[in-house]
């Protein structure tokens, strides 16, 4: 298998599996769901990379097993996050930039959980960077318990089971296995898609307020209150 080329060498998902194995892609999956340092893993193209072994026979563990244990992983790691939210609460809008943490991440992990409310948990799964910080939002806003837990499998599966397979099922087609680094690349690709998409929208939105602004202000002010009764009484004291 080629190796990846995306990113610093040490985040290559070719060379983490090589070197971890399997209980070293759950801790980066684990980690990548639910913890602040863990935003700059590479999990959609780690989970893909684990499918196309999978088909390899490089791992002796079947694809149902991987993908459970990879679930899990990911479940748990957004459980972690949920509590961390609830314990740290408001308080982590407020703390300062450091290497591994930037408000500006959190913000628009709040923005995409208030557009998307319940759902984001999910949806934040497909989402790089935000699928780490949305369930701590979640936690900050307190999101009912049980909703959250029931979002929570749901996501899990879906990305952990349904990227892994999906590498696993191209991996198995002759052209994904000669071009598996242009793949990869695509996947990534795509997987950023979704916030140029929200980038785009926020920038209409801003546009779209910038030019009502000045239609606001052009309206003539409303009279002042009692200025006509006052004009009145001033009229009957003249007379």
Known sequence: MQTIALGPSFLDPDKLISTFGLIGILVIVFAESGLLIGFFLPGDSLLFTTGLLVSDGKFSQPLWLVCL?????AVVGDQVGFLFGRKVGPSLF???????????????????FDRYGPRSIVLAR???????????????????????VVYNIVGGFLWACGVTVLGYSLGQVDFVRDNIEFILIAIVLISVIPVAI????????????????????????????GRG???AGDDRRDG
């Open 69 to 73: 244990l990879l679930w899990t992983a």
């Open 94 to 112: 407020n703390r300062p930039n450091s290497r591994f943490f930037k408000r500006e991440n959190v913000e628009k992990a709040h923005e995409f």
């Open 126 to 148: 497909f989402v790089p960077i935000v699928r780490t910080f949305t369930p701590i939002v979640a936690g900050v806003a307190r999101m009912k318990y049980r909703t959250f």
């Open 198 to 225: 929200e980038l785009l929208r926020a920038r209409s939105t801003s546009r779209t307020r910038a030019a009502a602004e000045p239609t606001a202000s052009t309206e003539p002010p409303a009279p002042a209150a």
């Open 229 to 231: 009764r006052h004009r």
